[in-house]
């Protein structure tokens, strides 16, 4: 992409992502994501009915009379986002391709953590890792992360999200908030990777989605193609075995996934290409 289209778009994204953040989602993130670890902030005399487990020995030898450790939540928090660049987020039948959407979604989560202070960080995988941004602060280093979101043309065009998931646990040795975002078209099982990665971190799954992916529009015969193996075929789409077969796999699907977000302990919700989504977002902080 030519230099000055690329800051065009860098910068129409900027506005309407750095103004949601702003007015909507700040406040709900900070309540939603606020700071898990506790640090030492300062030391006082001890005084009866403080728990004697924060005696601090080391001052209290010191100055020959008990003083105890003041604690305060540690608000600065590292944010992950795994972006999923596969072949198949170049798909949308509504408003916008599945991969617009994410771009969107990952500018405003991180300007909704730049508000709070936090240090972002990227993961962007296909079914290999395509680039790591390690977490750091800044406008300008949002605006890079938007830049590589338009720009990045992956190498490979499978899924592998037990493998960005593995990545995330063993590079980022800090607790994380972590967005794992994609359409989970994903044939390997990464029920166990999820796992580890929720333990260690604190995981959030946004399931990207676009309604023709389920059911197909009654037009005839017409010509589909994956975009992550090639492979094509024709497809009557006023067969109504076939529009059968589809929604049994769509919701054997949904069923599968759901399983797995409720086996791992992860909070999700999914967002649809037709739809905004502002509303899923609100709804995901707030029951958090």
């Known amino acids: 992409m030519e230099t000055a289209e690329l800051l065009k778009k860098v910068r129409k994204i900027e506005i309407k992502t750095k103004g949601l953040s702003n007015q909507i989602f700040s406040g709900e993130y900070h309540s939603a994501f606020k700071g898990r670890g506790m640090a030492c902030s300062e030391v006082r005399e001890y005084t009866p009915g403080d728990d004697v487990r924060t005696i601090d020995w080391n001052v209290t030898a ?22 999923d660049v596969s072949a198949s987020g170049q798909f949308g039948t509504q408003k916008q391709f599945k991969q617009d959407l994410i771009t969107e979604l990952c500018a405003v989560i991180a300007f909704s953590a730049s508000q709070n202070n936090d240090k972002i960080g990227v993961i962007f995988f296909s079914d290999k890792i395509e680039k790591f941004i390690p977490p750091k602060k800044g406008k300008s280093h949002i605006l890079r992360i938007i830049r590589e979101l338009i720009n990045i043309e992956p190498t490979n065009k499978g899924t592998d999200i037990e493998l960005a998931l593995k990545y995330l646990t063993n590079i980022i040795k800090k607790k994380s908030i972590t967005f794992l975002i994609s359409d ?3 044939t390997h099982s990464y029920l166990d990777a999820m796992k580890i990665a929720n333990r260690k971190h604190d995981l959030v799954a946004l399931r990207i989605n676009d309604v023709h992916e389920n059911k197909l529009p009654d037009v005839g015969l017409i010509k589909l193609k994956d975009n992550e193996t090639g492979k094509v075929m024709w497809v009557d789409t006023s067969d109504k075995m076939f529009q059968k077969k589809m929604e049994v796999n769509h919701l054997k699907f949904e069923a599968q996934l759901k399983d797995v977000f409720t086996k791992s302990g992860v909070d999700f919700t999914t967002i649809n290409t037709h739809e905004g989504y502002i509303k899923p977002l609100m709804t995901l902080f707030k029951k958090r």
């Open 62 to 83: 010191r100055l020959r009379t008990p003083y105890v450790k003041v604690f305060e939540e540690e608000r600065e928090l590292n944010v992950m986002i795994l972006v």
């Open 184 to 186: 989970f078209k994903d």
